[in-house]
């Protein structure tokens, strides 16, 4: 049984993040799309998709309802917004014949960029309409298909906990479940309870059981498993939790997740795996820039303005120069 280690995040940061170079062209950065956003919830799939932006990846898209399409566009011009998906008040008045139709359109929408992403968040402000989940399950499917990895968090948490084939033995997954998204996935999986007292083995084992998913566990420490070893990152961190901070996590994750790929196929491709890598890197800036946004402003800290020190945060650990 190996123990867990507290991973040195910092180092990872260097290892992970690529030099700017004039002689990469636009894309080569990452290229993130969220599929997310709905009536409802317009703010987590812009979080997830700036954050992105903000660590360094080129081009980030959201694919998202009609009606919440136009609020994400005026939040940022810097998005690529996509209004491809559905939710079942917009086509309950057709027959289900028409509604696969309907069905068929989405997925076709989104099949034809599938291949220029790095990679997918998949969550942020879904909701949990029943036609928008069948579409995104499906959405999951065509990026397996294609060996694109992605990032469940938010609502695609609630579909994979209720369809765990959706993610089981694809190690290009990574799930980020917070405290009770967390419970759900163990009560489903593993039939028991949560285990504080062994939270690493139990996290081991879920991840395993799921076939060698990346896990990240946020808590107060987060920690990480595919199943095999289990990292930890404790370092920084800020006591405020206000909402839309795993927003920026799921973004984050997909921006490192994506270069540490890029590394693979280098001379000196490191031992943990790119979701690993990802997830440890994601994480330990976060934190730094929580820690950096509470140090200015104490109670009324928001996520906004902990995305605004995500550049600086990474800068002080890889400087751009």
Request: net charge neutral; charged share 25%.
């Amino acid at each position: 049984m190996s123990s867990t280690s507290e991973a040195d995040a910092e180092s990872i940061l260097r290892t992970v993040t690529p030099s700017l170079d004039p002689k990469r062209h636009k894309g080569q950065a990452g290229k993130i799309a969220v599929i997310g956003g709905c009536r409802e919830y317009t703010g987590a799939p812009y979080f997830a998709a700036i954050s992105a932006l903000k660590i360094g990846a080129d081009l980030s898209h959201v694919f998202c309802t009609k009606d919440a399409a136009p609020v994400i566009k005026s939040y940022s011009p810097e998005l690529i917004v996509h209004p491809v998906l559905e939710e079942s008040y917009s086509i309950s008045q057709l027959s289900e014949e028409d509604q696969r139709t309907v069905q068929d359109k989405v997925l076709g929408e989104v099949d034809k960029w599938m291949e220029r992403f790095d990679c997918l968040v998949i969550g942020p402000g879904l909701g949990r309409d029943p036609f928008l989940l069948e579409c995104v399950s499906k959405i999951m499917l065509l990026a397996k298909k294609s060996n694109v990895p992605f990032v469940v968090d938010g609502d695609g948490l609630f579909l994979v906990t209720n369809s765990i084939d959706l993610v089981n033995s694809y190690p290009l997954a990574v799930l980020t479940p917070n405290v009770n998204e967390y419970k759900r996935l163990v009560q489903k999986v593993l039939n028991c309870e949560v285990d504080e007292q062994n939270a690493e083995d139990q996290l081991r084992s879920l991840a395993k059981q799921i076939g060698g998913v990346t896990i990240l566990r946020k808590g107060k420490s987060d920690l990480i498993s595919n199943g095999e070893t289990v990292k930890s990152v404790s370092i920084y961190g800020s006591p405020r939790r206000c909402g839309g901070q795993g927003d920026i996590l799921s973004g984050s994750v997909a921006v490192f997740l994506s270069w540490a790929q890029q590394l693979r196929s280098g001379p000196e491709s490191p031992s943990e795996t790119p979701a690993i890598l990802g997830c440890i890197a994601a994480s330990g800036l976060l934190r730094k820039a929580a820690s950096l946004a509470f140090t200015k402003h104490k109670r009324s800290t928001l996520t906004s303005d902990i995305i605004e020190c995500l550049g600086k945060s990474l800068e002080d650990i890889c400087p751009a120069s």
